[in-house]
């Protein structure tokens, strides 16, 4: 079904499948002015260090989920463009936090604001953009889109100390790892399909439905995510990889591998990682790489991820609204395309 | 002039000097077990973090501030203790991340989250905390209260980040540096007092001296523990001092003593403490106590920080409600009287 949309520049057009692509760059290529203006809210010292951040080059999944939810119904507003930006601005505070604790010099093929300019200024501009994040939801006479982000943020920090304090226990169930990265990842997708229908009016119903989408696309995302630092290629993603099995984080991979070893092989593992009193080197990062192919870890880490996708697929159906259906649907296609690069 | 006031337990008295005393004392009190009701919101993982970063026994200098612009208009109430959390989950957030940047250990006495579980956790409980102040900011049906406490919480990363970019610069001018301390600590105590007269429902005009009074506190107070950090003891205040000396922090002593020292002096002891490839050790900061005793800067600083604190006394004439300039006036004598025991 076509759908009237409204273009930043208020020519209304018929959507199509290609309209609908050129609604999302359209609407991007927007967002990329606004988010480098509201770095203008910061003292020129920390103006920089903020463009630094927000400028690297992100996918911007989490905006074209603001987006999907609330383009198709209304002509793109500020307040679209604003929603989106305070969802990636939470997001890029993380990773700034994330370089940080992972001690990452490159990230999208660029130094890290903590690489350029130390630990401090990196920590205090996480804290600085999350605060904007929450004063641009104070923008909104409601205050609801507050308490919406502010407690996404919370559990967002949340799931990642859980994450932390799990470390290296490798005998994680699979259920548990998924509350973690539900609070991690998916509460932020979630929020940013709440804040998409919230500001194109949408009734509850479908708002609901959005943000479970949301939720499980968030799932999927951060399960593809955890296999393409283990069996991506660098020149593909333009960051380190490797790195979430250098710190032995617990991840899908990881905790898919280890119940596969003998008892002999997985402490001899688990000792080579955390207790040989020196970091984790590349050698080791590859051992555990190789050992997942011989183990068949990529193929059931690729048939969950798989089955995830396809029923988030299923989902679609429900919506009465097909342009925010076939949005979404362009979201978690990119997410398969994906897959099938990262796992062949 | 005596004013009713009602306790929690909604027993109305007559307020004097000393009801007045045990006024914020119960409400402290009360907060106290606020605070650590809020960290049941955060998962179990995280509440015994967020307990021990929330209740380390803190001066709780924001919520008495709180108090003293809402408590005698009101009868303390909810909304006044939510009020007084708030300021003190920023306020708390900014300490624990403090604590990894200076690399601390102790504060208070007591091991800090950092020391005890590491950066990561700390840098991710001190986000979680920043997001519950928001979320509880966000309980207020009128969303100034989120954009007050966002942006203040923003213009207090960013002193901090000109702070840290200014590390070794002895020339900075006493103008830039009270820019700096205004948006590092005053901008919250000035936050305090906009959320106690609006908790209280009090009219712009008294809204906005309150502000300035709690703006010029916060001022004095950053000065105050400037000078604390050089000329304090361990003993009276159970945490490591000569910090900022040793990591080259710009305070008011430091940009006090370099202008008063030669060149080659100068130059000797910026190259100890940022160029000789080791960390500063205590010799080098007894070494700069011991100049600032020479030259002055003791006096000196003392003395700019009467005249503050007796600039802000006059203000409060200007108060038409007694009641606050009393409670007000509390909060500035606990200054005055601190500063005569650390300076004599």
Redesign the interface.
């Known amino acids: 079904m076509d759908a009237l949309v409204s273009l930043p520049d208020n020519r209304v057009i018929r959507q199509n499948g290609l309209a609908s692509k050129t609604s999302l760059e359209g609407f991007l290529a927007n967002f990329e002015t606004y988010l480098v203006d509201r770095a203008n809210?910061?003292?020129p010292?920390?103006r920089d260090?903020a463009v630094q951040a927000l400028t690297s080059g992100g996918k911007r999944i989490r905006p074209a989920l603001v987006h999907a939810c609330g383009a198709g119904n209304l002509a793109v507003s500020e307040n679209l463009t604003k929603a989106a930006a305070i969802v990636e601005f939470v997001h890029v505070?993380?990773l700034v936090?994330d370089d940080?604790?992972d001690d990452a010099s490159i990230r999208r093929d660029r130094q890290t604001v903590y690489a350029d300019r130390g630990?401090?200024?990196a920590?205090?501009?996480?804290?600085?953009l999350?605060?904007?994040a929450?004063?641009m939801?104070?923008?909104?006479?409601?205050?609801?889109?507050?308490?919406w982000?502010?407690?996404a943020?919370?559990r967002t920090?949340?799931g990642?100390?859980?994450q932390?304090?799990l470390r290296g226990d490798f005998t994680l169930t699979s259920a548990r790892y998924r509350q973690i990265i539900e609070?991690k990842t998916a509460e932020l997708f979630s929020v940013s399909c709440r804040l998409g229908t919230h500001v194109a009016g949408l009734d509850d119903a479908t708002s609901a439905l959005a943000c479970d989408f949301g939720r499980r696309l968030g799932l999927a995302y951060q399960i593809y995510d955890d296999l393409a630092d283990v069996f991506g290629r660098e020149a593909d993603f333009g960051k380190s990889l490797g790195r979430d099995l250098a710190h032995g984080k617990v991840t899908l991979p990881t905790i898919t591998l280890f119940p596969k070893l003998s008892k002999v092989e997985a402490s001899r593992l688990h000792e080579t990682l955390f207790h040989s009193g020196r970091e984790p080197n590349s050698e080791i990062v590859l051992e555990m790489v190789d050992l997942m192919r011989t183990h068949g870890v990529h193929e059931e880490c690729r048939e969950l991820l798989d089955e995830e996708l396809s029923a988030i697929g299923n989902t679609l159906s429900e919506f009465t609204d097909d342009t925010i259906a076939r949005h979404l649907d362009d979201l978690r296609q990119g997410i398969v395309s994906r897959t099938a690069i990262l796992l062949g």
């Open positions: 809210y910061f003292d010292a920390v260090l505070a993380t936090h940080v604790l630990a401090t200024a920590i205090l501009l996480g804290d600085a999350f605060a904007h929450l004063e939801a104070s923008e909104f006479p409601e205050n609801e889109v507050c308490r982000v502010a407690a943020t919370r920090c949340s990642e100390i859980q932390s304090f609070a």
